[in-house]
Structure formats: structure tokens, C-alpha cells
């Protein structure tokens, strides 16, 4: 416990902050709360050494934010105390109980106790010390002492060596934060296009003897009053925001968490509409001021690097009239080029791409980009030469990525494409994707730019096959460019997206081949996915109403590599190998019926026969032993199931077609991550209950599945399971799972596992925030034999179990179940029987219970 004196000095600290923050709620100007917090905290720390004093010729400094004169509400207080000569018992003692007299007043110091060489030498050895010492600011003791030091550092300091460490500094905590300002749940503080970036800047401006202030930069000439007036703005839009997260949460939190979105955008006074919701305003506005600051920095970082590195004079290589390479960057020949013919800031972009030798634009020419984006405007879009243009940038043979990555980062994509602007800083909370709009629609062209690449030719090889045979690549970027164009704006965004698409394409002078293929591809975009995914590619008339949709090769082809392009750029967790393998079974599926190959199902029936008995002769089985196996299938088995099954579930099944033990085995699911798992035992109430019951308890996520009974009444039940991420590297051994599955389906439902009532809530903090509406629709199939169960809602452990138990309640039957899961989203087909759902009421109490599975909430301890 604090002593009287302690007690009553943490309470002025704490009534003089609270002061300093409801004045701030009047002005809400962030500099003057954050001089004020730290004059505040000056004062209670002169006042405290008053009580507890420090060594004798010692010296307290301020260091970092608090000594550059800013302190946030709930940041440490950054503290350097220096010493004479090195501490002996009493001084320990002493600065012991300094330390711990902060923390009883309520500081959360962050200290340092070193003398001056000791300071020094850690400065010379760690740019982290550096950066902090420079803005070191003398609280207490011996200012001689503190001099001393800050002589010494700005002597030793080299600004050349200083600007390399802090520019490699930065590359490596942008690496460390997913390279880009636009993730979901950004870091004010760290993030790139955050306040650090900003900071940065300063330190190599003041290590540079270049000013201490942005107005100090102006005045060297580094910055324009435009890029001033932004840079001050943007500064203090990231300090309010800085502010705002720890008077919110009251601590210091320095990232924007999903369940803290609402709360800010109410602070900031938006309002949903009919379309968004107030965080996701918010937040764009976030990523808009986050692109500033990435602008300016990149601008900024390299002007200074061109004063402190100059180039010995050499003659310029002259490229055209208004271009020229000058020290192996590109130039404009006069600093008003793009102001006197706009359509050369498109013209730099192609010699960017056209010259591998160049590694860049001079920071003027990159300066004069940036202020001459405005003048891409109706007029400049209407140009014929301009758009001759764009589509050359999208057509040449290499960096198509890097070029469109600049220009969205200078605005010069928004500005030509004002449909894509309204994309920027778009948030997407449907649970898997990872991105916003316009950076999830940038890696999509980076993958389809990697089919094209020989050293990425390894990582999906039956995609780099195909581009390789595809011609005019560039009409897959288009499309990419707009299969998402539309989002945000309410109604059906494919079919928004593909009218933008037709403009463009009529607009540009695309002929007719082509831009119908162009818009197919964004009006269809998601339409190979879901047939894959959710559909049975087993059932010839589903691969036949899928080519009917998109009745050419070459239309197969390129909607082919726009879904992987489009799924493996949505989240880094959301593509794995099954779906992968289930997009190549479609689109070779469909290949074949283009080719003419199995027209209809009595073919489909026979073929599959015949490549089934094929591989069960190689196998080594008898005619006779396959055909006594064979005679308790039906036609509907072998339309289910394709030639590989059929004959795998033969050949482990044939000598034992009337077990009365269950019987399990396991196999690899093909090239993937997943396993397939065949049941096969005497049918009985409750099978499937407890079968993903076993799953559940396991962490295991069923992807498929397919449930039959033979005409001898056995379960024949096949599934694709994907283990738990942590599985992968190190796979289970297939003979424990198998014997755990038999062993639980033999015990019965009460020593299956754990109930998944018990299951801990692994949901994201996105999706309890953000968590999907569940929605439920129930209908018979096309033949009027059975019933479509669609479901969409937030995917959680134990979800399939719970709906097993509704199935179960209602006596229905389960055929099959296609599982789609996107991140923590999950898209569910399941195929049922039962005589209860002939009849409406029944039916409605289904959907009822299905719904309240959905809703269920695991337990939160």
C-alpha cells in the first residue's frame, strides 16, 4: 500500500488526466491533449522526487514519444536514468524504490538505468536505442550529464547508416503486419501507413540535419505546402484515432479489433446505410488516410534518400521527348510533363514495365505522379489514346502487378476507374475474406500472373498448364479488375459488376468475342465454385447443367482460373487442397461431356462399371468375388460414386459384405490434405449421429459426405474429412483413427466423446462481432424423390453434431452432405429422406430446429 503522500499524488496525476480528457471531448484537438497528458506527467514526476530522489550527479530524461513531448493516455512513460559512474548499493536501492514509487502514483514506466558509455555503446549497437536518444528530453538531475550524451550521439550518429537501418526497420515491421495498410484489424500505431510511418520520416529528416518538424522539411524543400497541408492532416487523423482506441478501451490498445469498430464509428458520429454498416464507413475512411501517408512516405522516404546518397553527374540516356533514364531511374525530361499532356503518367507506367533496367521513378518525377492525378478526369477517361493505354498496361509481358499496385497506391487507378474508387478501403464481413475489396482484387490478378510464371509452375501445375494454352491473358485481368467491382452497393454484385465490365469493354474497343467472355466471367465468377463445392459431381445431369452455363473450352478454361485465382486470394486459410481437387474433378468432368464422352446416365453408369472393374483385376480380385459384392449395390450407388471409390470400397469390402463388426478404413483423398474415411456396418438408428459425433470430438471438419444403404441393409457411408491444421504436418496414423471410430461406433452415442454442449467458443472475435444471420432453405430436388437442405451461418465446433441431433429428432434421413467452409463462414447442402417432411407442419418445425441449432452459442469459459 502507497503511504499518505504517494496516495494523494496518484490522485492529482489521475483528477489532472481525467481534466485533460473531458476538455479534450470539447475541442477534440489531439496535440493539445497529448502536451497536456505529458506536462502532466513532467509534474507528477518532479513532484515524486521530491519523496524519492535520485542518485547523487544522476540525471532522469524522457525518452521516445514522452520525449518528443507526446504522451497517449494509457502509454508507457519511456524514462532514461542516466548515472555518473556504474550504481552501488545505495543508488540501487534508491532507483529501486523510485521505480516502484511510479508505479504506486500510477505511471507504467518503461526505464533504462545506464551510464553514458554504456548509453552510447548500446546506441552505436542498436538502432532501436539510437532512435530512441534522439529524442531524448531532460526531466530532472544533472543536465550536464544529459548534454554529454546527446553531443556525443549526434557525433557518432552517421546519417546515411542511420537512414539504411531505419529503412530496413521499416520493411521488416511491414513484413511482420501482412505488407499492407488495408488489413482487417489494423495497428494505429504500427501498421504500414500508420503513425510509425509517419514517425520514421521525421527521424531520418532529423538524423539528416533536415529539421525536427514537417514544417521544418518544408523549409528544406523536401515537402510542398500541398504535401504539407496532407501530412498534417493525416497526422492528426491517426493521433485522434491513437487517442480514441485507449480512452475507449483503457489501456493501451493500438489496434482497430473487429468488436471495437462499432463502438468507434459511434464516436465518430457515423451512421449506417441501407448497404453498410457504420464501422465499415469507418474503416475506409481509415484506409484512405492510411494510403495518404503510404503515398507521402514512399515520396518523402525517397527524397531524402536522393539528398543524403547523390549520384555523381553522368549524362541522362534520352528514352522519347518527355522521358529519360538518369541513374538507372526513370525522369521526366521537364517537371511540368504530365501538366502539359496527362496521358504521359500512363506512358511512364509502360516504360516501368517495358525496361527491366530501370528500378524506379525519381522522387521529382514521383512527386509530380502524385500531384498530377487529379488531372485524370472525364475528359482524360474519354481519350482514345488513354485508353489505348490502359489496355497496353494490362497487356504487357511483365510487371502488370507492380504497375497496377503503383497506381492504386498514387490514385491514378481510382481516378480512371471511378467504379474501382468506390472499392478502396471496402471491408468485407462476410467471414472469409481477409481483405478489403481493392486488395483482395489485386491479388487475384497476382495469382493469375503466376500461372503464367515458371518458378510458381510447381504450386499449381494443372493452372500454369491451362494459362499456358490461353491466349490474350490480359482478358482475365480485366475481369478480375471488375468481378468485384460492384461490392457494397446492394443487389446481386456479379450482375452490377458484369454491366461495369460490358462499359468498359465497349469503351476500350474490345470486339464482341471478347468482351462476351469478359463478362461471362464476372457475371459467373462465383458459379464454378458453388457447383464444386456444393453440388454432387457424381450426378451426370449436374456436370451437364454446368456446361450448359458455360458452353465452350475456352470459357471452361478461364472461369477455371479465375476461381482458383479468386478462392486462393481471399484468405490465406480459406483455400486447401480438396477444394482445389474438386475444381479440377469439375472441370475435367465437363471437358469430357464437351468432348462428347458419357451423354447421359445409363453411359455414365456403364463406363463407371467398367473403369471400376478394371482397377479391381489390377488389384488382384476375381470377377466372381467383385460381382457376389457387386449384386447388394443399385444403380444409384454407382452414379454416386466415382470409378476410384467404387473400386477402393470393393476390394476392402468384398470378403466381408456381412460384418456385424464395424468396419473403417482410411485412405489420402488424393494430392490433398484431407482423408477419406469409409464406414461400412449393419445400419442402425442413430449411425450418423454418432459418426460425427467422433468427428466433432476430434477437431476433424467433414467436407463431404455420402451416405448409403445397400439392399442387405448395411451402412456404406463415405466421407472427406480435413484433419485440424496442427495434424498436417506430422498426419495421424490412419489404424488409430480407424480403431477409434469402430471402437466409438460399437460403444454407442453415451462414449462417443465429449459433448460439444462442453465445446470452448473457438470462434474469430470477427465472427462474434460480425457473425453471419443464419438462413435456412428447405426444398425437394428436381425429381420430387428427396429434399435440398441449404444452410449458411457462422461456422463453429460442433455445428454438424448439433444438426445430426435435429435430424435424428425429426426421423430424417441423410443421403448426402456437401460442406463448404470459407474461413468462419460455412455454405451446407445436405440431400434428405424422411417421411416427416411430407407434411408443411413438420417441415416448419425442421426448419425451426435447424435454425435454433444454427443460433446455439458454445460455452465462453
Not at 128 to 140: D, F, G, K, N, V
Not at 219 to 246: M, P, Y
Not at 409 to 435: C, E, K, S, T
Not at 646 to 671: C, D
Request: one cysteine or more.
Amino acid at each position: 500500500m502507497p503511504g499518505p503522500a504517494l496516495a494523494s499524488l496518484r490522485d492529482t496525476i489521475a483528477r489532472r488526466r481525467a481534466n485533460a480528457c473531458r476538455r479534450y471531448r470539447q475541442h477534440l484537438q489531439p496535440d493539445v491533449l497529448l502536451k497536456a497528458l505529458r506536462r502532466i506527467c513532467d509534474q507528477g514526476l518532479r513532484e515524486l522526487l521530491a519523496l524519492h530522489p535520485l542518485p547523487e550527479q544522476a540525471c532522469l530524461a524522457a525518452l521516445g514519444g514522452y520525449g518528443r513531448g507526446e504522451l497517449y493516455p494509457h502509454s508507457d512513460v519511456d524514462l532514461l536514468i542516466l548515472l555518473q559512474r556504474p550504481p552501488d548499493a545505495r543508488d540501487i536501492a534508491r532507483i529501486e524504490a523510485l521505480l516502484a514509487a511510479m508505479w504506486d502514483i500510477g505511471l507504467a514506466p518503461s526505464h533504462a538505468v545506464v551510464t553514458p558509455q554504456q548509453c552510447l555503446e548500446q546506441a552505436a549497437q542498436d538502432i532501436t536505442t539510437e532512435t530512441a536518444l534522439l529524442e531524448s528530453r531532460w526531466l530532472a538531475g544533472s543536465r550536464l550529464l544529459l548534454r554529454h550524451v546527446q553531443r556525443q550521439l549526434q557525433s557518432q550518429l552517421d546519417p546515411r547508416a542511420f537512414f539504411l537501418a531505419k529503412q530496413a526497420e521499416q520493411q521488416q515491421r511491414h513484413a511482420r503486419l501482412q505488407d499492407t495498410p488495408y488489413a482487417l484489424e489494423p495497428n494505429c500505431k504500427e501498421s504500414p501507413g500508420a503513425l510509425r510511418d509517419l514517425q520514421v520520416l521525421l527521424w531520418m529528416a532529423r538524423a539528416a540535419g533536415l529539421g525536427r518538424t514537417w514544417r521544418d522539411i518544408a523549409r528544406s524543400g523536401l515537402l510542398t505546402q500541398a504535401e504539407l497541408r496532407a501530412l498534417s492532416r493525416v497526422d492528426q487523423a491517426f493521433k485522434r484515432l491513437r487517442i480514441e482506441l485507449h480512452l475507449l478501451t483503457g489501456r493501451a490498445e493500438d489496434r482497430l479489433l473487429f468488436d471495437l469498430q462499432p463502438r468507434l464509428a459511434e464516436i465518430y458520429g457515423f451512421q449506417p446505410t441501407a448497404t453498410r454498416r457504420a464501422s465499415e464507413l469507418l474503416m475506409q475512411r481509415y484506409y484512405w488516410a492510411a494510403k495518404v501517408v503510404s503515398q507521402l512516405n514512399l515520396i518523402l522516404m525517397q527524397s531524402i534518400e536522393e539528398r543524403l546518397f547523390p549520384q555523381p553527374d553522368q549524362p541522362a540516356h534520352m528514352l522519347d521527348d518527355d522521358f529519360q533514364v538518369h541513374h538507372g531511374q526513370l525522369e521526366l525530361r521537364r517537371p511540368d510533363g504530365f501538366q502539359r499532356d496527362p496521358s504521359l503518367m500512363f506512358v511512364a507506367m509502360l516504360h516501368l514495365q517495358s525496361r527491366a533496367d530501370l528500378h524506379g521513378l525519381k522522387a521529382g518525377t514521383l512527386r509530380a505522379l502524385w500531384h498530377a492525378r487529379r488531372l485524370i478526369d472525364a475528359d482524360f477517361r474519354a481519350e482514345p489514346r488513354n485508353r489505348r493505354l490502359f489496355l497496353q498496361i494490362l497487356q504487357q509481358p511483365r510487371g502488370i502487378v507492380h504497375t497496377l499496385r503503383l497506381m492504386n497506391l498514387l490514385n491514378l487507378l481510382p481516378r480512371y476507374l471511378p467504379v474501382f474508387r468506390r472499392i478502396v478501403g471496402q471491408m468485407q464481413h462476410d467471414l472469409f475474406h481477409a481483405y478489403t475489396v481493392d486488395e483482395h482484387t489485386l491479388k487475384v490478378i497476382r495469382n493469375l500472373r503466376r500461372f503464367t510464371m515458371a518458378e510458381h509452375s510447381e504450386e499449381l501445375s494443372m493452372a500454369s498448364q491451362l494459362m499456358s494454352g490461353f491466349e490474350r491473358h490480359w482478358l482475365l485481368y480485366i475481369a478480375a479488375l471488375f468481378h468485384d467491382i460492384a461490392k457494397g452497393r446492394g443487389g446481386n454484385h456479379s450482375e452490377l459488376g458484369a454491366q461495369d465490365a460490358l462499359a468498359f469493354c465497349q469503351d476500350h474497343g474490345l470486339n464482341p468475342t471478347d468482351t462476351e467472355l469478359v463478362v461471362f466471367l464476372v457475371r459467373d465468377h462465383l458459379t464454378m465454385s458453388q457447383v464444386a463445392q456444393k453440388k454432387d459431381l457424381s450426378d451426370p445431369q449436374v456436370i451437364f447443367q454446368f456446361l450448359r452455363a458455360v458452353g465452350t473450352e475456352r470459357r471452361l478454361t478461364a472461369l477455371y482460373l479465375l476461381t482458383v485465382a479468386d478462392i486462393r486470394a481471399t484468405s490465406p486459410t480459406v483455400w486447401n487442397s480438396w477444394k482445389g481437387k474438386l475444381l479440377e474433378d469439375l472441370y475435367r468432368l465437363t471437358l469430357a461431356a464437351l468432348g462428347g464422352q458419357a451423354s447421359d446416365g445409363l453411359s455414365v453408369l456403364e463406363q463407371r462399371k467398367r473403369d471400376a472393374a478394371g482397377e479391381i483385376r489390377l488389384a488382384g480380385l476375381l470377377d466372381e468375388a467383385r460381382e457376389q459384392f457387386w449384386q447388394w449395390l443399385d444403380d444409384h450407388y454407382f452414379l454416386r460414386h466415382d470409378a476410384g471409390e467404387i473400386a477402393w470400397h470393393t476390394i476392402q469390402l468384398y470378403h466381408q459384405s456381412h460384418s456385424p463388426q464395424p468396419i473403417v478404413r482410411i485412405r489420402v483423398a488424393g494430392q490433398t490434405d484431407a482423408i477419406q474415411v469409409l464406414v461400412y456396418t449393419p445400419d442402425s438408428e442413430g449411425l450418423f449421429l454418432r459418426i460425427s459425433r467422433y468427428f466433432d470430438s476430434q477437431a476433424m471438419s467433414i467436407q463431404d459426405a455420402r451416405i448409403y444403404t445397400t439392399r442387405h441393409g448395411w451402412a456404406l457411408d463415405s466421407f472427406i474429412v480435413m484433419l485440424p491444421a496442427y495434424e498436417h504436418a506430422a498426419r495421424r496414423d490412419p489404424l488409430l483413427i480407424e480403431s477409434e471410430l469402430s471402437l466409438a461406433l460399437q460403444q454407442g452415442q453415451e462414449q462417443a466423446g465429449p459433448a460439444p454442449s462442453h465445446y470452448r467458443d473457438f470462434r474469430s472475435r470477427r465472427a462474434r462481432v460480425f457473425p453471419i444471420q443464419p438462413a435456412v432453405d428447405l426444398r425437394p430436388d428436381d425429381k420430387g424423390e428427396d429434399w435440398i437442405l441449404t444452410l449458411t451461418a457462422t461456422d463453429r465446433r460442433g455445428l454438424l453434431y448439433s444438426l445430426a441431433q435435429v435430424f435424428e429428432r425429426h426421423d430424417v434421413t441423410l443421403r448426402s452432405a456437401k460442406v463448404m467452409t470459407l474461413g468462419d463462414r460455412v455454405e451446407d447442402v445436405f440431400v434428405l429422406a424422411g417421411p416427416a417432411l411430407e407434411q408443411n407442419r413438420n417441415q416448419l418445425r425442421f426448419e425451426r430446429d435447424v435454425r435454433l441449432a444454427l443460433s446455439q452459442q458454445p460455452a465462453s469459459n
